[in-house]
T-cell receptor, first 113, second 116 residues
Framework: GENVEQHPSTLSVQEGDSAVIKCTYS??????FPWYKQELGKGPQLIID?????GEKKDQRIAVTLNKTAKHFSLHITETQPEDSAVYFC????????????FGDGTTLTVKP | SAVISQKPSRDICQRGTSLTIQCQVD?????MFWYRQQPGQSLTLIAT?????????ESGFVIDKFPISRPNLTFSTLTVSNMSPEDSSIYLC?????????????FGQGTRLTVV
């Protein structure tokens, strides 16, 4: 089955700096890659996603890049703010069932004011 | 995106008892899923809740332990049966295929279960 590895497990940055989280996947059939933000006591919230037919997608301060050949994708957060502090999960999905995803282990991001 | 409400948000239960978690979506969704998230860890898929038929379970999860119902396109329940302390976890409901987005998957706030 699919295996998703996520690094780093923890990340601490100063407010205003950029943060990068990287994931690799094993199944070349995966074609949908969502990223979720989970705040304490809440369920994961989708923040951005990318499909295998594009290499990059951006939404304001958040961007995701995908390298299908190397089977890795990354989340980039620019101009970080304290409210960006949360656990971030990457995931990989092979079909139209976007909810049936394999998740990475998560990255705890701390943005220091 | 659609909104999922889960009940209860948390519970403390005695070992050997069962707890049923409810998941209500504010609009019809094609797919519903149940995940388990142990403290500080990632999400593991338990099963796909199929409307009007038996759920599809992932490896390591069985119907006798985690019976699931999905009577319609907006509601599902997960029961954690004959609980032991190892079942202490966060249980999350997920929906996908709402009218606004065919593929975006969204989650409820989770049910934090502690078994004593």
């Amino acid at each position: 089955g699919e295996n998703v590895e996520q690094h780093p497990s923890t990340l601490s940055v100063q407010e205003g700096d950029s943060a990068v989280i990287k994931c690799t996947y094993s199944d070349s059939a995966s074609n949908y890659f969502p990223w979720y933000k989970q705040e304490l006591g809440k369920g994961p919230q989708l923040i951005i996603d990318i499909r295998s037919n594009v290499g990059e997608k951006k939404d304001q301060r958040i961007a995701v890049t995908l390298n299908k050949t190397a089977k890795h994708f990354s989340l980039h957060i620019t101009e970080t703010q304290p409210e960006d502090s949360a656990v971030y999960f990457c995931a990989a999905n092979k079909g139209t069932n976007a909810g049936k995803s394999t998740f990475g282990d998560g990255t705890t991001l701390t943005v220091k004011p | 995106s659609a909104v999922i409400s889960q009940k209860p948000s948390r519970d403390i239960c005695q070992r050997g008892t069962s707890l049923t978690i409810q998941c209500q979506v504010d609009s019809q969704v094609t797919m519903m899923f149940w995940y388990r998230q142990q403290p500080g860890q990632s999400l593991t898929l338990i099963a796909t809740a199929n409307q009007g038929s038996e759920a599809t379970y992932e490896s390591g999860f069985v119907i006798d332990k985690f019976p699931i119902s999905r009577p319609n396109l907006t509601f599902s329940t997960l029961t954690v049966s004959n609980m032991s302390p190892e079942d202490s976890s966060i249980y999350l409901c997920s929906g996908q295929g709402a009218q606004a987005s065919n593929t975006e998957a969204f989650f409820g706030q989770g049910t934090r279960l502690t078994v004593v």
